[in-house]
């Protein structure tokens, strides 16, 4: 039972390269969300779906799109890579009466 | 009005003390409040969580104080130990039925053996 895996561990993209950053949850779960983790503001939602089908901006949105590709998997993808998106990204996901749940995170630097 | 403060930013304790970590907020519709433990190089992993009609919550090691009038909580980790060192955050919950988290800016604690 592998929870919440993310996919890559570690990137790192010159500026202006796009990339899709992986995300799947095998506990069943309806609600996913993507964060983002910088040195002294904790974990910024950036986008979230809260059932299969459907997804809506968080608080950091900008020059982020996603897909809810399924009930498992979520994606994350970066049009054109900004240095400041260099970031540790998070994936978690939730079901009924339960808490978030993390992934271990995506290192992801942008030069 | 959907910020949650944290305190302090970081924190040492000598192995056997007690940590004690402090969160406010105020959005008085928030009706879950999560703890959260994150070691290097992982995920933030659920430590102990409390809801609103309750006062103290107790985990083995972990107690949490929750103050609904002052609208704050806080976690106390008593006889701290050098495992103990981790990132803490505290959160709490839109009840919105999108279960969207707010976060705390995190504490860095370090227990000394």
């Known amino acids: 039972n592998a929870g919440v895996t993310q996919t890559p561990k570690f990137q790192v993209l010159k500026t202006g390269q796009s990339m899709t950053l992986q995300c799947a949850q095998d506990m069943n779960h309806n609600s996913m969300y993507w964060y983002r983790q910088d040195p002294g503001m904790g974990l910024r939602l950036i986008y979230y779906?809260?059932?299969?089908?459907?997804?809506d901006k968080g608080e950091v949105p900008n020059g982020y799109n996603v897909s809810r590709l399924n009930k498992r998997e979520f994606s994350l993808r970066l049009e054109s890579a900004a240095p400041s998106q260099t970031s540790v990204y998070f994936c978690?996901?939730?079901?009924?009466?339960?808490?978030?749940?993390f992934g271990d995170g995506t290192r992801l630097s942008i030069l | 009005q959907q910020q949650v403060k944290q305190s302090p930013q970081s924190l040492i304790v000598q192995k056997g003390g007690i940590s004690i970590i402090n969160c406010a907020y105020e959005?008085?519709?928030?009706?879950?409040f999560p703890w959260y433990q994150q070691f290097p190089g992982k995920g933030p992993a659920l430590l102990i969580a409390?809801?609103?009609?309750?006062s103290e919550k107790k985990e083995g090691r972990f107690t949490i104080s929750f103050n609904k009038s002052a609208k704050q909580f806080s976690l106390h980790i008593m006889d701290s130990q050098p495992g103990d060192s981790a990132t803490y955050f505290c959160?709490?919950?839109?009840?919105?039925?999108?279960?969207?988290?707010?976060f705390g800016t995190g504490t860095r604690l370090k227990v000394l053996a």
């Open positions: 978690a996901s939730k079901g009924s009466n339960q808490p978030q749940h």
């Open positions: 959160a709490a919950s839109n009840p919105t039925g999108t279960y969207k988290y707010i």
């Open positions: 409390i809801r609103p009609d309750v």
């Open positions: 959005n008085t519709a928030f009706d879950y």
């Open positions: 779906s809260a059932s299969e089908g459907t997804t």
